[in-house]
């Protein structure tokens, strides 16, 4: 079955650094997909990617490993307004998106 | 980025009434509309995807003759929740793309709360 795993919830601090996995099973591979989601609002796109490495855009980052299923998201600098559930989800071979359940980004002062 | 409004942003009905929601591609030609649902502190399930000018597809387990799609234009798709119950009070969002592999542009989303 097609499958996406990411931590349930994850706290950090305000000015550091933290990384969010994701592994995924998906029957055929047409890219990784990271969305921000804040409370009670529609998802908003921050990257994706298709080839094997690291993306960076800004403070935020995003990697993949096609051969071990394996995705990060970093986010460098940490800012109150991250706090927010961050979803991974790929696309598997007819172009639908596998959805992970999301992962809370708890960020402390 | 491309555009994607969704109306109304919330929508309070009584049971057993029908409610449309519009999903509108605002600066691009949506070859694909997609509907989502999700529940309270759960991930986003996919309820069906529509291309324009044919029939959605939905996904098991969601009952079309309940939730009925129209995908009428580029721009456009409607998701009418018929005959609604309280189960199906959640956020609706429907999201946008404008090929097969490419980014989902998603709405803002419709809160559904049936009394």
């Given at each position: 079955g097609q499958n996406i795993d990411q931590p349930?919830?994850?706290?950090?601090?305000?000015g550091a650094i933290v990384q969010i996995n994701c592994t995924y099973q998906t029957s055929g591979f047409n890219g990784l997909f990271w969305y921000q989601q804040h409370a009670g609002e529609a998802p908003t796109f921050?990257?994706?990617?298709?080839?094997?490495?690291l993306e960076e855009?800004?403070?935020?980052?995003?990697?993949l490993s096609r051969s071990k299923g394996y995705s990060y998201l970093l986010l460098k600098e940490l800012q109150?307004?991250?706090?927010?559930?961050y979803l991974c989800a790929a696309m598997d071979s007819n172009y639908q998106l596998i959805w992970g359940a999301g992962t809370k980004l708890i960020i402390k002062p | 980025g491309a555009v994607v409004s969704q109306h109304p942003s919330w929508v309070i009905c009584k049971s057993g009434t029908s409610v449309k929601i519009e999903c509108r591609s605002l600066d691009f030609q949506a070859t694909t509309m997609f509907w989502y649902r999700q529940f309270p502190k759960q991930s986003l399930m996919l309820m069906a995807t529509s291309n324009e000018g044919s029939k959605a597809t939905y996904e098991q387990g969601v009952e079309k003759d309940k939730f009925l799609i129209n995908h009428a234009s580029l721009t456009l798709s409607t998701l009418t929740v018929t005959s609604a119950h309280p189960e199906d009070s959640s956020f609706y969002i429907c999201s946008a793309s404008n090929g097969e592999w490419s980014e989902q542009f998603f709405g803002p989303g419709t809160r559904l709360t049936v009394l």
């Open positions: 349930t919830e994850m706290t950090a601090t305000e921050l990257s994706y990617n298709v080839l094997d490495g855009k800004g403070r935020f980052s995003s990697f109150m307004k991250d706090s927010a559930s | -």
